[in-house]
């Protein structure tokens, strides 16, 4: 639900260096407070936005310091207008009374921030549904893409088991990502293996390419082969939001060491040819602002030695990292998946860390086909979807650029794990 759906506006009352508006929600009043310099750079009017793509026009040098609101006003019940002193190089500034509340800087206090779900059952989803007639079933694609966003794990089963069929299920959503392996991987065990998961031994809990900047956002595992004879090699979920909050129940001050002390992760080897030289430093638990959870950076496999710190950081650090480990592995934090030939896991990579099981395939084998969405790609496309199911009788529902106010879609808030500091 946005802020503007959930709030009920009553008044405003202009304060000279500053703006209250007073609204009510569940028969409570709050006053939300804007000030003069948050208002004139979200002018809304012609004035300080291109019409034909949204972006805004404002000069900063043209914007005083000492910046007063002269008198405020509503117009045809939607709009405010506010009205500059003398020395703003501006006369007025529109803002509509809806993008005002979904906004508001002060709406934190309201608990309007970035939000999951959790849930202790796995969601499916036909594959064979997201098609009608060989036509495009965008509902049924928003349900799958929405059940993602929020609770960041779910399997679409019925897939065809065909190499590279994982490709037209992805693109449905985005073009894949390009990593050093490639757009799509093979996970099978390799004689002489590249990395770890291209063996059958087990794999330590871990987010994939955690080594890059920005690792990989969503990740999909499309079982073509799992025979009944191979022993093992379940797939295992935590979900790293969960324990990370636990983590700072428990142990409040290891919590903070792992929120300040970067680790060191990086990966160095041939890959076909190509030598790979990656290291980047951040981490475990990145906090935003108002210290939310916005991220869990966890590869023990990936980690090189800490860099730049004290004797006493490095003390602290290990202390922290080690009792960490031990609720990554706490089996109640565990959810394992022996996926079936033709189901394909989808999960957010930056917010629930997976491991494996080892195996033994004596007689059998176990294939499966990987690839990548950034982050980026995947949640633009939920809110795209969104605001197409929502607007699919409006005659203008194409007619969107830069000042759309993203706020009015319910899920431009869901928390990603993408380092987002909202």
């Known amino acids: 639900m946005s802020a503007s759906e959930s709030l009920n506006f009553i008044n405003l009352t202009n304060k000279v260096d500053h703006l209250e508006v007073l609204v009510s929600q569940n028969q409570t ?4 407070e804007f000030e003069p310099h948050w208002l004139r750079f979200n ?62 800087p002060s709406l934190s206090d309201i608990d309007f921030n970035k939000h999951y779900l959790t849930s202790n059952k796995i969601f499916y989803f036909d594959y064979n549904s997201f098609f009608t007639s060989q036509i495009r079933n965008d509902d049924k694609i928003f349900d799958w893409l929405k059940s993602l966003a929020e609770y ?47 063996s059958a031994s087990p ?16 990740q999909f595992l499309h079982c073509l082969k799992f025979d009944e004879s191979v022993v093992g090699g379940e797939t295992l979920f935590v979900d790293g939001f969960q324990i990370a909050e636990k983590f700072r129940q428990q142990h409040p001050k290891l919590f903070d060491v792992l929120t300040k ?17 990656i290291q980047y430093s951040k981490p475990h638990i990145v ?4 210290q939310k959870i916005i991220g869990v950076n966890w590869a023990p496999a990936n980690e090189g030695p800490l860099r730049n710190c004290t004797k006493e950081e490095i003390k602290a650090y290990y202390e922290a990292y080690l009792e960490f480990n031990k609720l990554v592995y706490d089996k109640s934090n565990i959810t394992a998946i022996r996926l079936n030939p033709g189901e394909v896991v989808c999960f957010n990579n930056r917010r629930f860390i997976h491991s494996r099981n080892g195996f033994k395939q004596a007689k059998g084998s176990r294939h499966f086909q990987g690839c990548y969405l950034t982050m980026e790609e995947f949640k633009s496309e939920v809110l795209a979807l969104e605001y197409k199911v929502n607007n699919r009788n409006n005659e203008q529902n194409d007619e969107i650029n830069q000042a759309y106010d993203i706020c009015r879609l319910k899920l431009w808030n869901v928390n990603v794990a993408n380092n987002d500091y909202y």
């Open 43 to 104: 002018c809304q009017s012609d004035k300080s936005r291109e019409p034909s793509t949204g972006e805004r026009t404002i000069t900063i040098n043209n914007v005083p310091k000492d910046l007063k609101i002269k008198c405020a006003m509503i117009e045809n019940d939607e709009l405010i207008r506010i009205v500059w002193n003398d020395l703003s190089n501006q006369s007025d500034s529109l803002i509509p009374i809806e993008f005002l509340l979904n906004n508001s």
């Open 287 to 290: 906090v935003n602002h108002r």
């Open 152 to 198: 960041g794990l779910c399997i679409v089963k019925n897939v065809p088991t065909k190499e590279n069929m994982l490709r037209n299920l992805v693109e449905m959503i985005a073009p894949l990502h390009r990593t050093i392996y490639g757009e799509m991987f093979d996970v099978r065990i390799d004689v002489n293996p590249l990395n770890l998961a291209f």
């Open 29 to 32: 009043e709050k006053v939300l």
């Open 203 to 218: 794999l330590e809990f871990h987010n994939d390419l955690i080594y890059y900047e920005s690792p990989p956002g969503i």
């Open 261 to 277: 002390i970067p680790a060191s992760f990086q990966k160095t080897h041939d890959y076909q040819g190509r030598k790979i030289f």
